[in-house]
């Protein structure tokens, strides 16, 4: 069942249940600005386990539950880009006025004019540097970095410890795999994936996936095509 919100902090809803969404768990758990009043998922049973907690209802309770809450917050903890954006949109088409959290772990390093759009999570030891800009929806993982000036579009990630030079521009939906790195100056388009690695030099297209040293294209890819856990998306050889 739900739980009620400690005075102070902030009512949140957590919609997944997987193995992002247990770092996310831990991550408003240390920040200190929310209480977990749930976790929704859509396929995965009540009870399933989730960090601490246990799902506790799917989607379609969230109405209800912000009407009964409505300073109620939302964090889609989904790793993949595309997908964490489609449930984004549908938990707009159900609950219009409802607002997405923000997770910042408190060992992340934020500097001076950071915008960090709603629903975005930065986790342990992150660095964003002065002046740059983290759109909605995405992911900086574990000790990754963007440098200054740099611009995340919205639903694009960083892999664990990538390395974002300045001013460098990361279309949306697009993911940095782990410790690839990105010279300054680079534009990188929509839908592209980067493979773990990779060292990017020059500037990608839209919707392809690259990889190597330097980074190259290798094959194109269509919005929505799976890449988590897919050797061939990207391991740099």
Excluded at 19 to 32: C, R, S, T, Y
Excluded at 41 to 70: F, I, Q, W
Excluded at 153 to 173: C, E, F, H, K, T
Excluded at 206 to 212: E, F, I, L, P
Aim: hydrophobic letters at 45%.
């Amino acid at each position: 069942m739900p739980s009620t919100p400690t005075l102070a902090l902030k009512p949140l809803v957590i919609y997944g249940a997987a193995g992002h969404a247990k770092v996310v768990f831990d991550i408003v758990e240390k920040q200190g600005v929310y209480q977990i009043m749930s976790v929704l998922d859509r396929y995965k049973p009540n009870g399933t386990p989730c960090g601490p907690r246990l799902v506790s209802g799917t989607m379609e309770d969230l109405p209800e539950m912000h009407r009964a809450t409505p300073s109620l917050e939302v964090i889609v903890a989904i790793g993949d880009n595309w997908a964490r954006a489609r449930i984004s949109g549908e938990i707009r088409d159900l609950c219009p006025d409802i607002r997405f959290g923000i997770a910042i772990h408190p060992a992340a390093q934020i500097g001076r004019n950071v915008i960090i759009g709603r629903g975005t999570v930065i986790m342990a030891g992150a660095v964003v540097n002065p002046s740059a800009s983290v759109g909605q929806g995405c992911i900086v993982n574990t000790r990754a970095s963007l440098d200054h000036d740099s611009v995340m579009g919205s639903y694009s990630s960083l892999g664990p410890a990538a390395a974002i030079g300045g001013a460098v521009r990361i279309g949306p939906y697009s993911s940095i795999g782990i410790g690839a790195s990105v010279i300054q100056e680079i534009n990188i388009g929509e839908h592209v994936v980067i493979g773990a690695g990779a060292a990017v030099i020059r500037d990608i297209p839209d919707c392809v996936v690259a990889h190597g040293v330097p980074a190259v294209v290798r094959h194109a890819r269509h919005a929505g095509e799976r890449y988590l856990g897919n050797i061939t998306a990207g391991v740099s050889r």
